[in-house]
């Protein structure tokens, strides 16, 4: 028997208004970089951590601290709300090293924000395939980005579609960290319903 998924129309409406999650990427080394690390990875203090990404990135690094800097300093400007500046980061990482999973991974959660799914879809996708660092955040930004593009459509298949994909890859992300309730809370969201057939 087929299967319907229907989101709690009040719930998705606000959850898909918030943000995706972007992650940070570990540095091997111990100076400004790694404060930059951290920084991108707490939220805190935003402008300090700019700062601080800022001088890691005029001093001599090793080639995977300099593209993870990048993108460090990338999620903190999206969370500044500077996203142009944040795709240039993440465009500079992929420039180094092409097959860095999270710079793909935080590029979509950029796409998003400006409303480009497509874009977002192919870049979440991507860092999908090459093992991000946090897979549970990958395939929860890859859901919303799902159930965006299943609200561009009216009641339909291509809607159900999107909203099976997006149920799926909450179900991955939980399944990954089953302690990152993001994934139960959106799945919580989800009913699922028989299909009723035509006559």
Same mark, same amino acid.
């Given at each position: 028997?087929?299967?319907?998924?229907?989101?709690?129309?009040t719930l998705a409406t606000f959850f898909l208004a918030g943000p995706a999650f972007a992650d940070a990427v570990i540095?091997?080394? $111990?100076?400004? #970089?790694?404060?930059?690390? &951290?920084?991108?990875?707490?939220?805190?203090?935003?402008?300090?951590?700019?700062?601080?990404?800022?001088?890691?990135?005029?001093t001599p690094l090793i080639q995977h601290d300099r593209a993870a800097t990048f993108v460090n300093r990338g999620v903190i400007e999206h969370k500044m709300g500077r996203t142009s500046a944040a795709m240039a $980061?993440?465009? #500079?990482c992929l420039r180094? &090293?092409?097959?860095?999973?999270d710079a793909f991974i935080n590029r979509g959660v950029a796409w998003m924000t400006m409303g480009q799914l497509d874009s977002a879809l192919a870049d979440v996708d991507k860092g999908i395939s090459l093992n991000p660092s946090e897979p549970a955040?990958?395939?929860?930004?890859?859901?919303?980005?799902?159930?965006?593009?299943?609200?561009?459509?009216?009641?339909?298949?291509?809607?159900?579609?999107?909203?099976?994909?997006?149920?799926?890859?909450?179900?991955?992300a939980a399944k990954e960290a089953p302690e990152f309730t993001a994934a139960s809370n959106a799945l919580a969201r989800f009913k699922v319903v028989p299909r009723t057939r035509a006559s």
């Amino acid at each position: 028997m087929k299967m319907q998924l229907a989101a709690a129309a009040t719930l998705a409406t606000f959850f898909l208004a918030g943000p995706a999650f972007a992650d940070a990427v570990i540095t091997i080394g $111990d100076g400004p #970089e790694r404060m930059c690390y &951290l920084s991108a990875k707490a939220g805190i203090d935003l402008q300090n951590g700019l700062d601080t990404c800022n001088s890691a990135l005029n001093t001599p690094l090793i080639q995977h601290d300099r593209a993870a800097t990048f993108v460090n300093r990338g999620v903190i400007e999206h969370k500044m709300g500077r996203t142009s500046a944040a795709m240039a $980061d993440y465009n #500079e990482c992929l420039r180094m &090293l092409p097959d860095q999973p999270d710079a793909f991974i935080n590029r979509g959660v950029a796409w998003m924000t400006m409303g480009q799914l497509d874009s977002a879809l192919a870049d979440v996708d991507k860092g999908i395939s090459l093992n991000p660092s946090e897979p549970a955040l990958a395939y929860f930004d890859r859901a919303i980005v799902y159930e965006k593009i299943a609200a561009s459509f009216p009641e339909g298949n291509q809607r159900q579609a999107n909203l099976q994909k997006a149920y799926a890859d909450y179900q991955r992300a939980a399944k990954e960290a089953p302690e990152f309730t993001a994934a139960s809370n959106a799945l919580a969201r989800f009913k699922v319903v028989p299909r009723t057939r035509a006559s």
